[in-house]
């Protein structure tokens, strides 16, 4: 589905020197070089606070617990997305109401948040599903209305541009209250190993996400809050200081694929193509379409035998699974997210991917799509 391999060759040399200087300065956890990934990420976002941790599910966990999420509050999210999100808000002692999402951009559907807020709802959390961005204007009008905070988990989406209708065009994962974005090696922008950070634009919100990711203390030895240890190494951080410049270029790389997938794939009536709304850059984290009367299994089990590998991302929604038996949410009745699981697949998509991969990836699928 990716190929580091090749990604690493075109930049091995700015890479091992990186690695070399952290190694020869042995200063790796913290440092200079932690340092100046924070700000080069906060120029690129244009966000006042970037708090690295140590994954992207660390991200979600101490951004509920920085705004001070008690047991039994409520937060609205997606079924449809990776366990992550979902998991620790239940990890926490919260409780996930689980919201349906658009059929056209797989994230969040604005018009069905209401109907779940309570007077206990004290956050959303949408999720830039495959790099399509969840609609930003609308989420934020529902949580100034109700008074929530808007956690924005923006692993898949890191790069993308939402043009908000004030007219202004932000990063995404810095609109809401907090962004969180994970830097596994597979992500838009990928580490040698886990990283994750935390966005905000609130001076009093950055101190206390700070203060958690480091065991709840401010001052060395003094702990005024339960927290937890979660920090970036300078290894991983050295890594990501290279590969910074380049996400511009490598969400380009992205795009140009998923042009070349739309326009040959896009062909067939059996495949539904991304969505692009023209409100945000869609930064093909995934490169995911719907089928239509195709036998998904069949597709996968003919493109296994071509050497071309596929993906259902995600299979089962999150609450129908066994981590959520608590809740009694068997019947829970999410009708887009159930039939998303079933009928979306993803295709390989990266940044080395060549025109002759490209063209006989989409042959294959075609292949496929009209012989049955
Ligand atoms: C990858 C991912 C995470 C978790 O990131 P890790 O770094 O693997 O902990 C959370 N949410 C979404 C949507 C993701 O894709």
């Known amino acids: 589905m990716?190929?580091?391999a090749t990604q690493y060759q075109a930049i091995?040399?700015?890479?091992d020197s990186a690695i070399q200087e952290v190694l020869d300065s042995s200063v790796f956890?913290?440092?200079?070089v932690v340092q100046r990934f924070q700000k080069s990420l906060e120029a690129y976002l244009s966000v006042k606070h970037v708090i690295p941790c140590a994954n992207g599910t660390d991200a979600l966990q101490i951004a509920m617990m920085a705004l001070g999420l008690k047991p039994g509050d409520e937060v609205i999210t997606p079924s449809f997305t990776y366990i992550a999100t979902t998991e620790v808000i239940a990890l926490l002692g919260l409780t996930p109401v689980f919201v349906d999402v658009d059929p056209k951009t797989f994230c969040l559907d604005?018009?069905?948040?209401?109907?779940a807020v309570t007077p206990k709802t004290k956050a959303i959390v949408p999720v830039h599903l495959y790099g399509q961005a969840s609609d930003m204007d609308a989420i934020?009008?529902?949580?100034?209305?109700?008074?929530?905070f808007v956690i924005e988990d923006n692993a898949?989406?890191?790069?993308s541009d939402y043009y908000s209708k004030d007219g202004e065009t932000?990063?995404?994962?810095?609109?809401?209250?907090?962004?969180?974005?994970s830097f596994?090696?597979?992500?838009n922008l990928g580490c040698y190993g886990d990283g994750g950070a935390i966005f905000t634009n609130n001076d009093a919100l950055a101190e206390q996400l700070r203060m958690v990711a480091n065991h709840g203390q401010k001052v060395k030895y003094r702990h005024d809050v339960v927290g937890c240890n979660s920090r970036l190494d300078a290894i991983q951080a050295a890594i990501l200081n290279v590969k910074l410049p380049k996400l511009d270029e490598y969400v380009a790389a992205r795009i140009k694929v998923a042009d070349f997938y739309d326009r040959v794939l896009g062909a067939s009536d059996k495949i539904e193509t991304p969505y692009r709304d023209g409100k945000s850059k869609h930064v093909f984290h995934q490169y995911t379409v719907q089928l239509k009367g195709v036998d998904r299994d069949a597709l996968q089990a003919y493109l296994a035998s071509k050497e071309i590998p596929s993906m259902i991302y995600y299979p089962a929604p999150a609450h129908k699974q066994g981590m959520f038996k608590s809740f009694n949410l068997g019947d829970l009745d999410l009708p887009v997210t159930e039939e998303l699981t079933k009928h979306v697949i993803s295709f390989p998509i990266h940044t080395e991917m060549t025109e002759e991969q490209q063209a006989f990836i989409c042959s294959e699928i075609l292949h496929f799509v009209n012989a049955n």
């Open 110 to 115: 604005p018009s069905k948040i209401e109907a």
């Open 156 to 159: 898949q989406g890191i790069g």
């Open 12 to 15: 091995k040399s700015d890479i």
């Open 184 to 187: 596994f090696p597979s992500k």
């Open 170 to 181: 932000r990063k995404l994962g810095t609109i809401g209250d907090i962004g969180c974005t």
């Open 2 to 4: 990716v190929d580091l």
């Open 29 to 32: 956890i913290g440092g200079p």
């Open 140 to 148: 934020m009008e529902i949580a100034r209305k109700h008074r929530l």
